[in-house]
């Protein structure tokens, strides 16, 4: 992993380790280290390694470590059995000869030590304690990118898919953990709990041993499960693909950068990093939302007050929607991992693809009202903001992992923030102005 990817991925582990996991984006295989794989990723593939263990671990246990006893079965058949030496298994036939009713056999009967069993029990109430944990998280993450994905488009459709398969993921991982707490339970004949004492004597077969070095990394996540799975990944992991960890690392700083200026968000943000959707931001009693991947389509109104036009569909990767003069104002950041001055410039034609569906009127006139600003983000070695027209309504914010300096953005931001709070104060007075009017009629 070279630097400039592995300083982005600290980052965002810093912030948010889901923030890592491909999601709805391209992936790529990167070696990994401490801190590579997501947090959702990691139990996943925990689950899978344990309850496929499982069958294992029974199997050694029933043939290494059973208790041999034996059981008497009584049956109404001669096969493979003898005389019982109970006399109720006796009966008297027509001729009053006394026969054989039942018959008995010996057989041998395994009876399993329980005590591992409850131990794996608990090991398998650890992981089900932490999918609910993060079932709950993600759920909340998919349903709300779900929202964000009503476009009509091939790619849009294939975001759903993607989203219902991560779900999918997660309640069948939950189903492994119910079977495997089945197939504990059908191993003996009475009931059991989980105990958190590990079993003494412990067994001593080749699975057993496995599993009391994985239970290590479980009870202690923080400490081992890392580099565990760097062992059983085979020294690879899957991350987002290189532009997107960009994209998301661009977010968060863009995130700090707003709570800097003081804007708050009272919610989540990581399932809008991660998957797409809206964090609301508060300053003074005025809001602003920060659209991450908004999919604009054509002739369809965005909950954000914009649309597409011109092109079928598109979708920036930030957008900061405030109120302005004539209803919302929108302003575009684009990320790229590319320094070519042609590709940068480029991110402008959001101010000609995107438009607002309400109109503002010139001179009586009716006319279109675009974003007021469409820049992108890309790792320039500078400090200071590059203007590509002589309005600003494009440009760059150099944003280098390796060469990071909050100033750039923070200045970007601080207009936004100036227009926000101006634009919003104010229609916050014409409200409050009507409210009191109305309220005037009324009492007249």
Not at 332 to 353: C, F, H, M, S
Request: aromatic share 8%; charged share 20%.
């Amino acid at each position: 992993m070279n630097l400039f990817i592995q300083q982005i991925v600290d980052d965002l582990k810093d912030f948010s380790a889901e923030l890592l996991a491909p999601g709805l984006n391209a992936a790529q295989q990167v070696s990994t280290s401490i801190g590579t794989v997501a947090s959702t990723s990691s139990l996943l593939h925990a689950i899978d390694y344990l309850t496929g263990l499982i069958p294992r671990l029974i199997a050694e246990l029933e043939t290494a470590e059973a208790t041999h006893k034996f059981q008497v079965h009584y049956h109404a058949s001669p096969k493979r059995a003898k005389l019982s030496r109970r006399s109720s298994d006796y009966q008297y036939d027509k001729n009053h000869k006394l026969l054989p009713a039942r018959w008995l056999s010996i057989l041998p009967a395994t009876e399993v030590d329980t005590r591992p069993l409850r131990w794996l029990l608990y090991l398998l109430d650890l992981q089900q304690e932490e999918l609910e944990n993060i079932l709950d998280r993600n759920t909340k993450y998919i349903d709300d990118s779900l929202l964000n994905q009503q476009g009509r488009s091939d790619y849009a459709q294939n975001d759903r898919v993607t989203l219902l398969s991560m779900r999918s993921r997660l309640h069948e991982a939950q189903s492994k953990l119910e079977h495997a707490r089945v197939t504990l339970m059908r191993t003996v004949q009475h009931r059991f709990v989980a105990s958190e004492s590990l079993p003494y004597p412990f067994p001593r077969s080749q699975a057993w041993t496995q599993l009391r070095v994985y239970a290590q990394q479980l009870t202690h996540p923080t400490d081992y499960l890392p580099g565990y799975l760097h062992q059983l990944l085979n020294g690879t992991a899957e991350i987002a693909d290189t532009p997107y960890l960009y994209q998301r690392w661009c977010g968060v700083k863009l995130l700090n950068s707003l709570e800097s200026l003081g804007w708050v968000s009272y919610s989540d943000p990581v399932g809008a990093l991660f998957l797409g959707g809206e964090v609301k931001l508060h300053k003074q009693g005025i809001e602003i939302s920060l659209w991450i991947e908004p999919r604009f389509s054509r002739k369809e109104s965005h909950p954000s007050g914009f649309a597409c036009n011109h092109v079928e569909e598109t979708h920036p990767d930030y957008m900061i929607v405030t109120a302005g003069p004539y209803g919302v104002d929108g302003f575009i950041l684009d990320p790229t991992t590319t320094v070519d001055a042609q590709i940068r410039r480029g991110k402008g034609r959001y101010l000609n693809t995107i438009e607002t569906t309400g109109m503002a009127t010139l001179a009586g006139v009716p006319v279109v009202r675009n974003p007021l600003r469409a820049w992108s983000a890309a790792p320039l070695h500078q400090s200071h903001c590059e203007l590509d027209d002589v309005e600003g309504r494009t440009g760059t914010i150099p944003m280098h992992p390796l060469d990071w300096t909050p100033k750039p953005l923070r200045e970007w931001l601080s207009d936004i923030d100036h227009y926000a709070l101006a634009w919003g104060k104010h229609e916050r007075d014409l409200k409050q102005a009507e409210a009191e009017t109305k309220n005037i009629k009324l009492a007249a």
